[in-house]
Structures are given as structure tokens and as C-alpha cells.
């Protein structure tokens, strides 16, 4: 038998390091070459990282939120063999890891230190009240255990035995756990007091989540924002969509607003090159794209995702709509290849139903604007004689005002109201 020290491979051009987001083995497992052993999180995706032999799980070779640099030992399996790591090693850097945080934060005691003396007795201690929780201390429905005079001062005090542990014989309730009741903190609520839910959860900020943050912290940070928010009538756009839904049920892909705005935005930037850009704060370079990568922010079980449509200038109606469709579904299920990811010129984001009048969209940094989509609902809008019902949405879009002006913003936003009232003019060319 050996050992394979299993080193993190290289999950990604140029990537020094990558975060250690999930274990799916632990020391003693046993594992068959091709089996997932971590995931790993790089400044691009979640990239799942297979066994390269069959074995038996020796050490794990870092904690959940490490980062690791490409290259250390990631794992050490027992193997048939010689492996490729001899059994001293092996042994060494294991020893040289502390099994208890806590004991290796100790400090160690001279060795000529004279021996304390005995240490006095501990006063005995009251049982300690446990502390309030959601849940009953004795099994629904059962009638909890007090003498009359505990019950009469309950009564008395408010409160309701039945949330109140008892630690006499069957779970008998004394004056005692009724003093630690109320003192472990029962709050008040009517004529009950319940007891106070005191618990925090910890939930450390790793993976994509903290990916997310770093971004929306480096977005905010670098950009200026200036938003503009203008309300569009939809109902031309969405009879004519619903009609080509019609026509084209089952041979070609649904079309929702999305790949509409795409289209628009599309002639929008032909003529304000500017907004289809990435600034590179660093060097102090505007690059100006001839394609239009369109990311669409696209919410997943892991967090917010921006798969990007490439060259949505070069697609029809449906083939944006199909290509955006499978994107959002990789998005979902976590298999979208990095450079799925990665390019976009401009963002749409969206909430969907779930959207409000208005948003502050904060631009995908280093794009330099951001379109975002509001709730559609049915508004009373005056029609220079009276009010009429029309189907109305706002358009909440965000520019960065250091390369972006004012002027040039509203251009912008008028240029996609005017598309999207009139779709026809969507499909005319020049």
C-alpha cells in the first residue's frame, strides 16, 4: 500500500488560486478514480474537481472557504502501490497539523513550572435552566408535571408550563425551573410568556456568494452610477408577441420579452457605440465592442449568474430566445463553461413577476451600463382627453457617469422606449 498526495490541478488559464468551497469525501472513504472529491470556485465558476486514482480518503488537504494555490496537495488517498508519496512523508505533514484548534492555540507550560497547589472546590451550582427554543420540552399534547402551588404561580406570573423544561423525577416541574424559566429571559406576550429565541447562525460568506460580493463591492466602489428610470407602454410589443407565439407554437422557441429588448438594444447601441463598452479602469481605456455580448443576470441555486448571449447582432428573434434559453438552464443546473460567463458588453437584469416599479440596477463592472426591467402592469395613462388603461413597464437603466453623460444616458433610454412602442421598427432594416 502508498500514498497519492493528490495536488489541485490548474482549473483555469492564468488562475493562481481557487477557493475551497465543498468537500464531498472525508478521511476513510472510499473512493474510485473519476469520483468527485471537492468543488473549488475560481474568479470564473464552480469547477468539481474527479479522483485521479482509487483509494481509501488518508487526509483532507484543506477547510471549506481556504484558499488553495494551484498546485498543493488537495487530498492524500491510500492506494494499491507505491503511490507517489512515501508513507513518512505522509506521516509528517500530518503530524505537523494540529488535531484540535484549540490545542494548538494553547500555550505550553514550562516544564520546571511548580505543581499548583489544590484547586478549592467549585460551589454547586443550581441546574442550569434550558435555554427557550422553538420547540416543547415534552411531547405534544402532554400535560407537563407541577404541584398545585407551582401551577397557582405560573398562573400568577403568566406563564405557560408547558414550555417550561422540568427536571424533577418524569419531568416534574419545581419552583426551581420555574425561577430559571423566568430568569433565562420569558417574554412577555398576552397573558403567556414564551421564551426569547436567543440563537445566531454563523454562515460564512464562501463560493459563489462571495464571489458575488466582491463584484457588487468592486462595482459600486469604481463606478459612479447615474440611473434613469422611464416608463414605456408595452401593449403594441406584447400583442405582437403573443401573436408570433401563436403562430410558431412548438417549431420554434418562446419568445418572451427578453430577446425583444436584446433586439432593441441592439439598434440602440449602433448608434451610441459608447454604451456597448468596458472600461479598463487601470489603464484608462474605453474599448468600444463591434459585437454585442449581452449578459442576462440569471438568478440560480448558487447565487446570481450572467451567462452571456455573444453576438446577439448577429441573431434573429428566435435564435436569441433559444440561445437564451439554454444558457439560463446551464446557469441553473451548474454546467455552464466559464467562457459562457465571461465577455459581456452590456447587462439586462430582470425580477421577473417579482419585479418592482423601479430599481437602482448596479452596472456589471467593467461593462458601463446596465438595462433593467420593471413589473408590467395595467396603469391609467392620460390620453390628452381622458385617462385610458394601458399596459405600461418601467425601464431602470444605469450608466457609468465617468464615460457615460447625462445626455448621452437619456439618448439611450428614449431610443429603447421608442423600439419597444413601436416593435415594428425592431425589424426594419438600416
Known amino acids: 500500500m502508498g500514498v497519492f498526495a493528490m495536488r489541485l490541478p490548474d482549473v483555469g488559464e492564468g488562475i493562481a488560486e481557487a477557493e475551497l468551497t465543498e468537500w464531498h469525501v472525508k478521511p476513510g472513504d472510499i473512493v474510485q478514480e ?6 473549488v470556485m475560481t474568479d470564473k465558476a464552480a469547477v468539481e474537481v474527479p479522483s485521479a486514482v482509487a483509494g481509501k480518503v488518508l487526509e483532507l488537504g484543506g477547510e471549506i472557504g481556504e ?40 500555550t505550553p507550560e514550562p516544564e520546571d513550572k511548580p505543581a499548583a497547589a489544590p484547586a478549592a472546590p467549585a460551589p454547586v451550582a443550581a441546574p442550569a435552566a434550558k435555554k427557550p427554543g422553538h420547540r416543547l420540552p415534552r411531547p405534544e399534547g402532554a400535560k407537563p408535571l407541577a404541584a398545585p402551588s407551582v401551577r397557582a404561580r405560573a398562573r400568577s406570573e403568566g406563564v405557560d ?4 423544561p422540568g427536571t424533577g423525577p418524569g419531568g416534574r416541574i419545581s419552583h426551581e425551573d420555574l425561577d430559571n424559566w423566568i430568569a433565562s429571559g420569558g417574554i412577555q406576550q398576552g397573558s403567556v410568556k414564551r421564551g426569547r429565541n ?9 463560493g459563489m456568494r462571495r464571489k458575488i460580493a466582491e463584484k457588487m463591492a468592486l462595482s459600486k466602489r469604481q463606478i459612479p452610477h447615474i440611473t434613469i428610470v422611464e416608463e414605456v407602454e408595452m401593449g403594441a410589443l406584447e400583442d405582437l408577441r403573443a401573436a408570433l407565439n401563436k403562430k410558431h407554437a412548438g417549431d420554434r422557441p418562446k419568445l418572451t420579452l427578453l430577446p425583444f429588448l436584446m433586439r432593441a438594444i441592439v439598434e440602440a447601441v449602433r448608434e451610441q ?27 440560480t441555486p448558487q447565487g446570481l449568474n450572467v451567462p452571456v448571449v455573444h453576438h446577439a447582432e448577429a441573431g434573429s428573434l428566435w435564435d436569441n430566445a433559444g440561445e437564451l434559453a439554454r444558457l439560463a438552464e446551464a446557469a441553473r443546473e451548474g454546467s455552464i463553461k466559464r467562457e459562457e460567463l465571461s465577455g459581456g458588453t452590456i447587462t439586462i437584469t430582470s425580477l421577473g413577476a417579482l419585479g418592482a416599479i423601479a430599481t437602482t440596477p448596479i452596472i456589471n463592472h467593467p461593462e458601463v451600463a446596465i438595462v433593467g426591467v420593471n413589473k408590467m402592469q395595467i396603469r391609467p ?10 399596459k405600461m413597464m418601467n425601464l431602470s437603466c444605469s450608466f457609468d457617469h465617468r464615460v457615460v453623460d447625462g445626455w448621452d444616458a437619456a439618448v439611450f433610454v428614449q431610443k429603447l422606449k421608442t423600439l419597444l ?5 425592431l425589424f426594419v432594416e438600416g
Open 34 to 39: 473519476d469520483d468527485i472529491l471537492a468543488a
Open 273 to 299: 457605440p459608447g454604451l456597448n463598452a468596458r472600461f479598463d479602469d487601470e489603464a484608462g481605456v474605453i474599448h468600444r465592442h463591434g459585437g454585442v455580448h449581452i449578459g442576462i443576470a440569471t438568478q
Open 381 to 390: 395613462v392620460w390620453d390628452g382627453q381622458q385617462f385610458q388603461p394601458r
Open 67 to 106: 484558499m488553495m494555490a494551484i498546485g498543493s496537495v488537495l487530498i492524500r488517498i491510500e492506494v494499491d502501490g507505491d503511490g507517489n508519496e512515501s508513507a513518512d512523508a505522509a506521516a509528517a505533514a500530518q503530524a505537523a497539523k494540529p488535531a484540535d484548534p484549540e490545542e494548538a492555540e494553547a
Open 198 to 206: 436567543t440563537g445566531v447562525e454563523e454562515i460564512r460568506v464562501i
Open 161 to 164: 408550563l408547558r414550555h417550561v
Open 421 to 425: 412602442e413601436s416593435p415594428a421598427m
